[in-house]
């Protein structure tokens, strides 16, 4: 009888699991980006790291140098029954500016570059289109730099980073640079934010 419940709840936790997806996008600082897609509704975890690189073991203070060519990146973990990939893309499209190349603000650098890094060939499509959407839109006064690429590896970012927001948001630059960014975002996405 025990074998049988703990054969039926592996599967049943098996085939939880299984319904999330992920998504790899960099747009800047991934405290910053981090942030806002942890208070998305259907986002299980994101985690902050390196990624677009070719380097075999970057750090923060490699990567930094620019010597590694990786993004700071976020690794998103998600429902798509709640959450598409089409408005994970909306997100990550309105909240960075896609035609400074290798800048976001004040933060300077090939790691701070706009790229989406695509898990499967409908991410790939799905990215391009929405890409090719806005460039005929002509939404921004300037073309995109947004790199589209296949994801190939994640580095997690060293522990400090993880959660960096919640657990420094009185610090100057969450005070000054991520703080704003929020409030900005909840109110345009609202509908999309996890219910308290």
């Known amino acids: 009888m025990i074998n049988l419940i703990f054969i039926t709840l592996f599967s049943f936790l098996n085939s939880y699991n299984m319904n999330y997806k992920i998504a790899t996008f960099g747009s800047g600082c991934f405290w910053c980006t ?3 897609f942890e208070i998305v ?3 299980k975890s994101v985690k902050s790291g390196y990624s677009g690189g070719n380097y075999p073991s970057p750090t923060y203070k490699l990567v930094t140098s620019g010597v590694t060519n990786h993004a700071e990146v976020i690794q998103i973990k998600y429902d798509p029954n709640i959450i598409s ?3 994970l893309l909306e997100i990550f499209w309105e909240t960075h500016d896609p035609t400074t190349m290798n800048r976001q603000g004040n933060d300077v650098g090939t790691q701070y570059r706009s790229i989406i ?3 499967n060939d409908e991410q790939k499509n799905l990215a391009h289109e929405y890409k090719s ?4 839109s002509e939404a921004y006064d300037k073309p995109l730099v947004t790199e589209i690429e296949k994801f190939e590896n994640f580095f997690l970012a060293e522990d400090y980073h993880q959660d960096y927001y919640s657990l420094n948001s009185n610090e100057p630059y969450c005070s ?3 703080k704003p960014k929020l ?3 909840k109110k345009v996405f609202n ?3 996890k219910k308290l």
């Open 34 to 36: 981090e942030a806002i």
């Open 41 to 43: 509704e259907g986002v």
């Open 85 to 87: 990939y089409i408005e």
């Open 117 to 119: 890094l695509y898990h």
């Open 133 to 136: 959407k806005l460039d005929k």
């Open 176 to 178: 000054f640079v991520i």
């Open 183 to 185: 409030e900005k975002f």
């Open 191 to 193: 509908a999309k934010l």
